[in-house]
């Protein structure tokens, strides 16, 4: 940096949140390794003495592709929960580091405050191996402000494919309130693929699929817009069943690359007390067939899933989905729910018996008692579980989830969300649910909110739980959240591929290296160097473990 420009830069991982108001107690890592086919992401932060506008950002490297730099803009949080642990950055209301936008007239610089400038690695397959050095430039009039440099050793091994299943709830009737477009119009479908492809370029590979419209987080007795896959046609006493527009959807999110469809729950949330709202083509209209007030366990219900589920099934082995379909009985049950549970979940499992059920919940009586066969229990609920030696077991967190584990809210620290891929490697876990990839409503989606200006659904989740992407004129705008969870199953990608090379044991042996004891949901290093030597050290092994010299 120039002496006495009073400006400041500094390169940082993606791992640091930058505040405008604080003093960058961060220091620079001017240096990392990744893999071929891995997003790789780093920060340069920026601060000036003086307001300057319409500043230039020069990258100069031997890559193939430029990276893709987007400014770090702030937003604001409200409610950030209830109770705090230890591990946080902050718990006041204010601006916090989130949203990644493009930069249209130039870099601004505010006067005093720290900003930060975000800067996205896709890196080829096929990259030369071997290091590469960025050199990044800040400058004004021509003139350079601040410069920093960047090491990047380019391992050259492929990252493997995911094998983790993982979804976030896709919530399509968000997107057509936020862009004023009907549900399931050509401007519906086309935003939703938009969504759809981000979401599956960040490591969601199954989609929450609205064979009816999801009974999620929706106010008792009141309801969300229709968003209905499957057109019913009511016929005397019986149902005609038109599985067109659930076609279409199935292509689009194949189109995507999506693997695995998630049906969404066929009871009420909180208990499987009730019906999702249903609705049907008759003589009059369309109408309102089953919603709040009709009985999960009532005649006319349970006779309308014995003709609906059988024409699903059909319809489901008929595209070759057997293997790539998950069902839903109801979401977050606890034990007072038990026996309405109980009933709904034997209502329907006659007629899918071939398939995998998936609820989040807490309680392992569910899981004791055969009701829900594959279990995906609370991330601070899941050692009971574990003991079980469950296979395929998988594990959620959301709102709740505050103490001592991982979780993406705004006031946690990065490390604190990509900590998670090394714990679902070490503990073996199969698949990882959240419920808000882009849930822009009030709790119980009692009206639409502007994701620019509330982040904690109307002061009632903390703040980053409800979604992790913002709507943006042409589509998904990203976040610091979401570009941190990337990180994190690439973690668990690198870590299944070092296994490959040297098997589990000797894996696990260097993830916990100096640790005091095993790595859990609770216990794990808090300090954000660590996940990055972790994965230096990984990529090293890796490294030597496929070098043909080696057998020489």
């Not at 086309?190 to 492809?197: F, N």
């Not at 695995?260 to 208990?271: A, D, K, R, V, Y």
């Not at 392992?364 to 079980?388: S, T």
Request: charged share 20%; with cysteine.
């Amino acid at each position: 940096m120039p002496r006495g420009s009073g400006f400041d830069v500094r390169l940082l991982s993606s791992l640091s949140k930058v505040f405008a108001d604080q003093d960058l107690a961060d220091r620079s890592v001017p240096r990392a390794s990744c893999l071929l086919g891995e997003v790789f992401s780093f920060q340069v932060a920026y601060r000036s003495a003086t307001h300057r506008r319409g500043l230039t950002v020069q990258v100069e490297s031997d890559l193939p592709h430029p990276p893709l730099v987007r400014s770090v803009g702030l937003a604001p949080a409200e409610f950030l929960g209830s109770a705090f642990d230890d591990n946080v950055l902050r718990t006041t209301p204010g601006l916090y580091p989130d949203p990644l936008f493009p930069i249209v007239d130039g870099v601004v610089a505010p006067p005093g405050q720290w900003r930060s400038l975000w800067f996205t690695l896709n890196v080829p397959r096929r990259a030369t191996p071997g290091t590469r050095r960025l050199a990044v430039r800040l400058l004004e009039g021509g003139a350079v402000l601040g410069e920093v440099a960047l090491e990047l050793e380019i391992v050259g091994v492929v990252l493997p494919p995911q094998s983790l299943i993982h979804t976030s709830w896709f919530h399509v009737d968000c997107l057509a309130t936020q862009y004023q477009v009907p549900v399931w119009s050509a401007a519906h479908w086309e935003w939703v693929e938009k969504y759809l492809a981000h979401a599956v370029d960040h490591g969601i590979n199954m989609v929450l699929t609205p064979v009816f419209t999801p009974p999620l987080d929706t106010r008792v007795g009141g309801e969300r817009p229709t968003a209905q896959l499957v057109g019913i046609t009511r016929r005397g006493r019986g149902f005609q069943f038109d599985f067109s527009l659930l076609g279409r959807w199935v292509d689009m999110a194949t189109r995507c690359g999506v693997q695995f469809f998630e049906i969404s729950h066929l009871f009420t949330q909180w208990g499987a007390a009730h019906c999702p709202k249903i609705v049907v083509r008759t003589g009059r209209g369309e109408e309102r067939l089953f919603g709040w007030e009709d009985d999960a366990a009532g005649t006319q219900y349970q006779a309308f899933l014995a003709q609906f589920l059988p024409a699903l099934v059909a319809f489901i082995h008929e595209r070759g989905l057997r293997r790539k379909v998950y069902f839903h009985v109801s979401d977050e049950p606890s034990l007072e729910h038990l026996e309405s549970f109980a009933r709904a979940a034997g209502i329907v499992r006659e007629h899918l018996t071939e398939f995998p059920f998936i609820d989040a919940l807490s309680s392992i009586r569910f899981y004791d008692e055969g009701l829900v066969p594959n279990p995906i229990p609370a991330l601070d609920h899941l050692q009971p579980f574990l003991d079980r030696g469950i296979e395929n077991l998988w594990t959620y967190y959301c709102c709740g989830q505050w103490s001592q584990v991982a979780n993406r809210f705004f006031h946690f620290p990065s490390a604190r969300n990509r900590i998670l891929g090394a714990q679902l490697y070490r503990l073996g876990l199969a698949g990882f649910l959240q419920w808000g990839y882009n849930f822009w409503y009030t709790q119980g989606s009692t009206r639409a909110i502007d994701p620019y200006r509330v982040t904690d659904a109307d002061r009632a989740f903390p703040a980053g739980d409800a979604f992790l992407v913002y709507p943006g004129p042409d589509g998904p705008v990203d976040s610091i959240r979401g570009e941190v969870f990337r990180e994190a199953i690439q973690d668990q990608r690198a870590l299944k591929l070092l296994e490959s090379l040297q098997g589990r044991d000797a894996t696990v042996a260097l993830v916990e290296n100096g640790l005091p004891g095993p790595l859990t949901a609770t216990e794990y290093p808090r300090d954000p160097e660590w996940l990055l030597t972790l994965r230096r050290r990984v990529n090293r092994r890796i490294r030597t473990l496929t070098d043909p010299r080696r057998g020489r």
